[in-house]
């Protein structure tokens, strides 16, 4: 098993763009879930899903979407880039809720100009 | 308000030195689950360990034990006979048995471990 794979693994943007992370894991996770770790802060959970179909918001979703139309993706749009989504992206996966434990993926380190 | 204090912010050690790294947590609910994940230097989350608020029973993993007491909520995390692999980043999180719930993790704990 590969467990939760992101790409890309570095990307820059300029303020403005939009762009996809990446999101997939190959365990049969039904939960799957998106954070972001910035310096100070800790990691904050951005959206989350508890199987394909079904979506939420976490703590800070402005600016983010996400969808899950298969059990093994979840993509992380970013709608129109700013400096502010400086960060690195985590997606992680647990087999059945929140509370099971979590399997992070490898991150995403996205910088915006 | 759930909140997870990683109080040491960074700590030093020679390897071999036993270490432990504290965890303070607070929350009002009784039904919660408590987790530590490292992050070596090469930026990944690993997970080392869950426990839920029934289960007080200390664990020991190798080099690696944890004592949870409900008492001082507190989830300490000790390595014993520390080596230069184990320097990273250590967090602790707590998460809620609710829907909807988010891990609510401290802040970490940097740990250097020279030879």
């Known amino acids: 098993n590969a467990g939760v794979t992101q790409t890309p693994k570095f990307q820059v943007l300029k303020t403005g763009q939009s762009m996809t992370l990446q999101c997939a894991q190959d365990?049969?996770?039904?939960?799957m879930s998106w954070y972001r770790q910035d310096p100070g802060m800790g990691l904050r959970l951005i959206h989350y899903?508890?199987?394909?179909?079904?979506?939420d918001q976490g703590e800070v979703p402005n600016g983010y979407n996400v969808s899950r139309s298969t059990t093994e993706d979840f993509p992380l749009r970013l709608l129109s880039a700013a400096p502010s989504q400086t960060s690195v992206y985590f997606c992680?996966?647990?087999?059945?809720?929140?509370?099971?434990?979590?399997?992070f993926g490898p991150g995403t380190r996205l910088t915006v100009l | 308000a759930q909140k997870v204090t990683q109080a040491q912010t960074e700590i030093s050690v020679v390897e071999k030195e036993d270490v432990t790294l504290d965890c303070v947590y607070e929350?009002?609910?009784?039904?919660?689950?408590l987790f530590w994940y490292k992050q070596p230097p090469s930026g990944e989350l690993v997970f080392l360990i869950r426990?839920?608020?029934?289960?007080?029973q200390n664990e020991i993993s190798g080099r690696y034990s944890w004592n949870f007491q409900k008492s001082t909520s507190s989830f300490n995390f000790t390595i014993t006979a520390s080596q230069v692999v184990d320097s990273a980043v250590y967090f602790c999180?707590?998460?809620?048995?609710?829907?909807?719930?988010?891990?609510?993790f401290g802040k970490g704990t940097t740990l250097s471990v020279s030879s």
């Open positions: 992680a996966s647990s087999i059945g809720g929140a509370t099971d434990t979590q399997y």
């Open positions: 365990m049969n996770h039904e939960y």
């Open positions: 899903s508890v199987g394909a179909g079904i979506t």
């Open positions: 929350t009002r609910d009784t039904t919660y689950y």
């Open positions: 426990r839920n608020s029934f289960d007080e």
């Open positions: 999180a707590l998460i809620l048995n609710q829907a909807g719930t988010a891990l609510i």
